[in-house]
């Protein structure tokens, strides 16, 4: 959210945008004691209106004692909205009423729509009380205007940032959720492990020597998995910079095909032509990301298949396919493959695409799928072409 | 007597290989006959074979979750009781599978001492076989009889019950007189070679059916006989007679 001195930046900014001058201030000060019989009746116009719509009138609960005082509120508004002085605690003020209408639940159509009617109140008062020449009653008017628009820029500001903050709040409460349960099933497996090796150490009636060592080195052995679980959240947390340098694409691909091995059952064809460009990135993300894509290629293949592996240069770019023969994937469940800790296996975080998805867009690349189920599914990795720009 | 007869027994069903030792080492030391598989398919190739009492399966497999895969065993063998342990349990879940037939639902990492106290509640609750080709009566008695606390085995003919008295020892056998594959003197006089101390209860339409077969089978020792259809209190208050120690005559085992 905006600070103090921002908001106070941007007023003075948009001041300038509706050509807000100092013969503007002039012009209202000069009219704000002619205005001041005829806010009371402007006033209280302005809450019969809110009476007649529901959706404004809800926000009020307190009834009649509540209206009175928010009628004396108005008028100091519309007292300091013609004296001024148009400093940093005004704005502060105007943005704080746009922060409460969030807070009670008035859409902001209300107070537009509000401002436009004591709008006309106050013109109509104007013309009714003017003496001197129309064509100065002209430029007043539009003094009036500019700064009721600027008040009304002010407060749909806060508005709107009050309103996101609230969003992004709601959102994050339910990130951790989905968190929380992801992690739960991940940590509460080696735990469950843990806590039965414990129990057997402590209560078995005969305990050998090798049974002994068996369940502590059981234990040892997963309290290091949930500690892998904890890097893996906390890596994809804080991804390192991309140390982007030239890479041939294949080598990275041989690698991560070799420290994942297909299932024997799995024929694998790699199709890489000669003049492959090589593409900008870091190897050591690429392989990350190349790796999990054929981990989930094997495992859509338990009962065997085909993994194709392929570079094609594309206009500048490097698209990288690893195009699995699997059970593919059902389209409502495409969408969101690549939502961290969306998973629909027994096993994993379902952080692999969505650490793959972020490490390329930090290594100007991107990630594709296409699928059909019982068919297959390709990945696309977008890359960029190294050097010859 | 076979000694697997008598050691009471118990499948883990877990994905996690080391879940599983654990719970066989706990259970084997003490005293139960352990079997683990990995999966759902391996399990019910066990359950297949072999008669378990107790059933522990993790509820997230791939493949086939506990769930499915309890569904599939009470179809094999309506007599194992199953509870369910889950990382992640949500009310809906719990309900399905209680609403399946499954004894208890847990949340994992288990309370040890709970899961195995509920281990032997189950143990000690009777084991009664339902000798009936009526699918809607054996469905029906068995929620009846699971809910009073009793074991359910259900058998739709004579040779299933046969091969069933001969694995595992029963406190209660009601046995419908009329069977597609034979007669219910057929199946009273199976129970009666494999399983002597095992009580009997003949399910019948009316006394004169099969000519006088129902009076032989009760001249024979058979300790009831109940009238189709059914009096349902009468049948409770019988089996609860026959089946609490010490009343109906006969010693425990």
Redesign the interface.
Known sequence: MLKLVDRFQRYQDLQHYVGWTEQDDHNVRAVAFMLAPHLNPLIDDFYAEIERHPSARKVITGGAVQIARLKGSLIRWIHELLTGPYDAGYVERRSRVGQRHVEIGLDQVYTNVALSRLRSGLVAALGATWTADRTALVTTIQSLNKLLDLDLALIEDAYQAEYLARQQRVERMAAIGQVG?GV??EL??P???I???V??LL????LTPE?RAE?LQ?IE??VLLADGVITALSDFARMPVPDLKSVVVQRVMEEAVEANPPLDTVHVIHDWPADLPPVLADANQLRIVFANLVRNAREAMPQGGTLTLTGRAVDGRVDVTVADTGVGIPAEELLRIMEPLYTT???GLGLGLALSRAILEKNTGSLHVTSQPGTGTTFTVRLTADGGK | MPTTLTLPSVLVVDDDRDTCRNLADILTDLGYRVDTAPDGPSALELVRRNPYDVALLDFKMPGMNGLELYREVKKLRSGTVAIIVSAYTNTATKEEALGAGAWQVLAKPVDLNKLLGLVDVALGQPLVMVVDDDADLCATLWDVLREKGYRVCLSNNAHAAADRVREQVYKVVLIDMQLPDGNGSDVFHAVREANPEAHTIVITGHPRELGGLVDQVLKEGADAVCYKPFDVSALLSTLDRLTKPGLAGQPEV
Not at chain 1, 203 to 206: D, G, I, K, L, V
């Open positions: 349960g739960a099933h509460r497996n735990l469950n492990v806590k039965t090796s129990y057997f209560n078995a009636r005969t049974k369940h059981r052995r997963h296996k027994a096993r």
